[in-house]
Each structure stands twice: as C-alpha cells, then as structure tokens.
C-alpha cells in the first residue's frame, strides 16, 4: 500500500489548503484514515481521522471547527480541508492508513504513511 500526499504550500494566516492523499496498491477502501503534522523540534501529532465509510470522524482540539478530513472511496483518496489557518499549524503532514475500519489518534495504530507534505503559514 502506498499513500501520496499532495497539496501542501506558503499561505498567509487566515487562508486555506486542502490536502490531499492519494492511497494506492490496495483493493479493498475498508481502511481507516488519518492525518499526523510534526512541527520541527517537535513530535508528529494526531490532528484528525475518519473511518472506512467517511461517516465517523475526529480532531485534534487545536482544529476543531477549521479543519475537515473526508475521503472519497470511488477515487480512493483522503482530504484535509484546512481552513483560518494559524501560523501554529506549520508543519509537515502525514496521511496514514490502518487496515482497521477505525483506528485512534496514536501513530502506532496506522501501518501505512505516506511522505508528508509541507505546509508553511505566516503571520
């Protein structure tokens, strides 16, 4: 299984991106979804999640209410629409994939990653 991250850039505080995360090699879309950041200095962080139908998600505190995570089974991908971004929200984001229906917010739980996509917020 591999994951391809995409949509990461430089935007000012209170702009938008929407990641995107492209999972291929597997078949079956009954996996369940996430999406880590790790900020330099730092270690990598759970921000959201969702389940293999799309219909049950979660976030982190910090983005409730400005970041949603969705997929799309038919094109078997996974989005982050990231929305009044902050300049706290710079890091690089990860896709990760489990092969659990639902997994939780600990990277242990998700075997598969993909290489990460840069996003970069100023002030």
């Known amino acids: 299984v591999q994951l391809q991250a995409s949509g990461g850039g430089l935007v000012q505080a209170g702009g938008s991106l929407r990641l995107s995360c492209a999972v291929s090699?597997?078949?079956?879309?009954?996996?369940?979804a996430a999406w880590f950041r790790q900020a330099p200095g730092k270690e990598r962080e759970f921000v959201a999640r969702?389940?293999?139908?799309?219909?049950?998600?979660s976030y982190t505190v910090s983005v409730k209410g400005r970041f949603t995570i969705s997929r799309d089974n038919a094109e078997n991908t996974v989005s982050l629409q990231m929305n009044s971004l902050k300049p706290e929200d710079t890091a690089l984001y990860y896709c990760?994939?489990?092969?659990?229906?639902?997994?939780?917010?600990?990277?242990?739980?998700?075997?598969?990653w993909g290489q990460g996509t840069q996003v970069t917020v100023s002030s």
């Open positions: 969702i389940d293999w139908t799309g219909g049950r998600t």
């Open positions: 090699g597997r078949t079956s879309t009954n996996y369940a």
């Open positions: 990760a994939a489990s092969s659990k229906w639902y997994s939780g917010s600990s990277r242990d739980e998700y075997e598969y």
